[in-house]
């Protein structure tokens, strides 16, 4: 069974520091994954696909198949960073529908 | 607003009683998928449908739920004799899917649902 690992449920960084979401999966064959963000009173969108190799308001995400995860990454947090960001796994089958993890919520003080 | 829009965006309902959600999806859009997002919990798949079609429906879908969308455009989903469980938020998006290729899901605004 696939599944998704995101071990952090909050992460507290200041303005300007690196930050790293972490994202483990569990998945037999060849993986699809994003990353979603939903900004407080927002809705859920798509931040970013390993397929597409972009970088997306700074943040970038490499897969890595033999450590199993998928981190988030940016250099620098910006306040408007904050948000709640959720690791996804594309199901098995052509429907890409997504197998969330429980989130991680981050937080960028000033 | 021309996204994905859902009605009601709250509703609070005493155990037993039935509820039904309504989303509209981007018109365009050929699919539509239903997700239960419960507290400190990603997402999860419920059903979804390509046009009127249903094609799939996760086991989280239980004989209580039941969801339709009978000309292809907006879609229902009905919880009968709800449960304290069944207090979650309940995400509707839509895609337009062409074959095989990948099709990002636009999502709604949610229906939060208490049951009390």
């Known amino acids: 069974a696939q599944r998704v690992t995101q071990p952090e449920k909050l992460l507290s960084v200041f303005k300007g520091a690196p930050v790293e979401l972490k994202c483990n999966y569990s998945?037999?064959?060849?993986?699809?994954l994003f990353w979603y963000v939903q900004y407080s009173r927002q809705r859920l969108q798509l931040l970013l696909r390993h397929i597409s190799r972009e970088s997306i308001k700074g943040f970038t995400a490499d897969l890595n198949k033999g450590e199993t995860s998928f981190h988030l990454k940016k250099p620098f947090a910006q306040e408007e960073d904050s948000a709640m960001y959720y690791c996804?796994?594309?199901?098995?089958?052509?429907?890409?529908?997504?197998?969330f993890g429980r989130g991680t919520s981050l937080i960028v003080h000033p | 607003d021309t996204g994905v829009s859902q009605d009601p965006r709250h509703k609070i309902t005493k155990r037993g009683q039935n509820v039904t959600f309504r989303c509209d999806p981007i018109s365009e859009h050929n699919r539509l998928y239903w997700y239960r997002q419960t507290l400190g919990q990603g997402p999860e798949f419920l059903t979804y449908f390509q046009n009127e079609a249903q094609l799939e429906k996760s086991r989280l879908l239980s004989d209580r739920f039941s969801a339709e969308r009978p000309k292809g455009s907006f879609s229902t989903l009905e919880i009968q004799r709800t449960e304290q469980g069944d207090s979650a938020m309940y995400l509707c998006?839509?895609?337009?899917?062409?074959?095989?290729?990948?099709?990002?899901?636009?999502f709604g605004p949610g229906t939060r649902l208490t049951v009390l």
């Open positions: 998006a839509s895609s337009l899917a062409t074959s095989g290729s990948y099709n990002e899901q636009f």
């Open positions: 998945y037999s064959g060849s993986p699809e």
């Open positions: 996804a796994l594309k199901r098995p089958g052509g429907s890409y529908i997504p197998t």
